[in-house]
């Protein structure tokens, strides 16, 4: 513990967790705290993070509430999705891509303000704790990082409750009973234009259904229309430029997409996760306009994508999806990576026709002025551009290896 800290840049969301950093920074290590709130369109708490970090005594030019929204979903979100980038099968990383932005704002407002440390509130247990330190040491190696949670004995959300308490810390009425007494906390959640997560309590028995009073974005899918709904995403350079025949920037489009989603149903699951700290953990995620554009996505590269091409991408997207699970935003193979999937993007364009129901994305239509689909030579029909016997000399070649394979060892 380096106590020559002179000012630490906070990430506050105004919390409990990180309000109770706030005076623990400030006691702990005697130093000034800067606070930096990240507006990734997580809702209405906010604003709210900067009264009450003025409440905890935080000068008004030390408080950051910044809207990154568009920065988020156009240099994070929107490149991710490029390469139909999924965890393990199933986790959209929601959480996994904010980390690096807030990261790097961190790191620009140190430099701003001359801080010499950036602090966050993530436990000793989970993946966040390393996808905000490598962003900081990946874009400021001569950066101090404090990680309380590693360092104090307030291992609990009860611990934290009480020390609130005694230091008369703003508490959210959801902490306390009828009493005024602190309680076991709600679920762990992180939101953001993406999506939102559920941890903890209820889910850590992953043989436990989730209640349905705990999904706070999607409509039951049972009691979503019963009408299905048409849309149609426009791309260009592998990217949603149109909604229905409207262009819209990328923060308007996820967050149209995200209320398609929310009636519809779409986007809910449940997963026990591989989390790069060593352990499994059980989480809850909605995320609808991120579902709807994965669809889509996929369908205009079928088009548009040769085949080879779309094989090699799909090969290296596990190891991309990896390394932002896992914090390596900054690093050079993510980068490397970033440049070979852009580059096939080039002549990812035109229109995807989805139909939304009950939970359900389904593509019905897709066209492309640069489709490498050919009619003509698919048709069951006849056509006059297809031998269909050139085909005996390719199976022929492929099952050379085959056949001399056979006469060599038999059948045995």
């Not at 990946?138 to 609990?156: C, H, K, M, Q, Y």
């Not at 009480?162 to 810390?169: E, T």
């Not at 897709?366 to 269909?388: A, G, I, K, N, P």
Request: charged share 30%; proline share 4%; aromatic share 8%.
């Amino acid at each position: 513990m380096d106590k020559n800290i002179k000012k630490v840049v906070l990430a506050y969301s105004g919390g409990l967790d990180t309000s109770v950093i706030l005076k623990w920074l400030q006691d702990e290590y005697d130093a000034e705290v800067i606070t930096f709130t990240a507006d990734l369109g997580q809702g209405d708490e906010v604003e709210p993070a900067r009264a009450k970090a003025l409440s905890c005594g935080i000068k008004p030019e030390n408080i950051f509430v910044l809207d990154i929204q568009e920065e988020f979903v156009r240099d994070y979100v929107f490149p991710m999705f490029r390469a139909n980038a999924i965890y393990e099968g199933e986790y959209l990383l929601g959480t996994s891509i904010a980390r690096p932005l807030i990261a790097k704002k961190q790191i620009e407002i140190a430099k701003q303000m001359g801080a010499d440390a950036v602090s966050h509130g993530a436990t000793g247990k989970g993946n966040d704790q390393v996808r905000f330190e490598l962003g900081y040491l990946g874009l400021n190696p001569d950066i101090t990082v404090i990680a309380p949670w590693r360092e104090w004995d307030l291992n609990s959300r009860e611990k934290l409750l009480n020390y609130a308490k005694k230091h008369d810390i703003d508490i959210d009425k959801k902490h306390l009973n009828e009493s005024g007494k602190p309680v076991v906390s709600p679920y762990s959640m992180d939101a953001n234009l993406l999506h939102i997560s559920y941890e903890g309590l209820h889910l850590e028995n992953p043989m436990n259904e989730p209640e349905n009073s705990m999904w706070l974005w999607t409509t039951d899918p049972q009691d979503a229309p019963d009408i299905p709904e048409y849309i149609t995403i426009g791309y260009k350079n592998g990217d949603p430029v149109r909604l229905n025949g409207k262009e819209l920037c990328p923060t308007v489009m996820l967050r149209t997409l995200n209320q398609y989603g929310n009636k519809h149903g779409i986007g809910r699951i449940d997963i026990v996760e591989n989390r790069y700290v060593g352990m499994k953990a059980r989480g809850c995620y909605e995320t609808p306009g991120g579902t709807i554009m994965l669809k889509a996505h996929r369908a205009i590269e079928s088009l548009c994508l040769d085949r080879e091409e779309a094989h090699l991408k799909d090969e290296l997207m596990p190891r991309y999806a990896k390394l932002i699970y896992n914090g390596f935003w900054y690093s050079s193979e993510r980068e490397m990576l970033q440049k070979a999937i852009d580059e096939t993007q080039k002549f990812v364009q035109g229109d995807v026709k989805l139909k939304l129901y009950k939970g359900s994305v389904q593509v019905v239509g897709r066209q492309s002025d640069v489709s490498l689909y050919s009619q003509e030579h698919s048709t069951f029909e006849e056509d006059e551009v297809y031998d269909q016997k050139d085909a005996e000399g390719f199976i022929r070649l492929n099952a050379l290896r085959l056949m001399i394979k056979g006469q060599k060892r038999g059948n045995k």
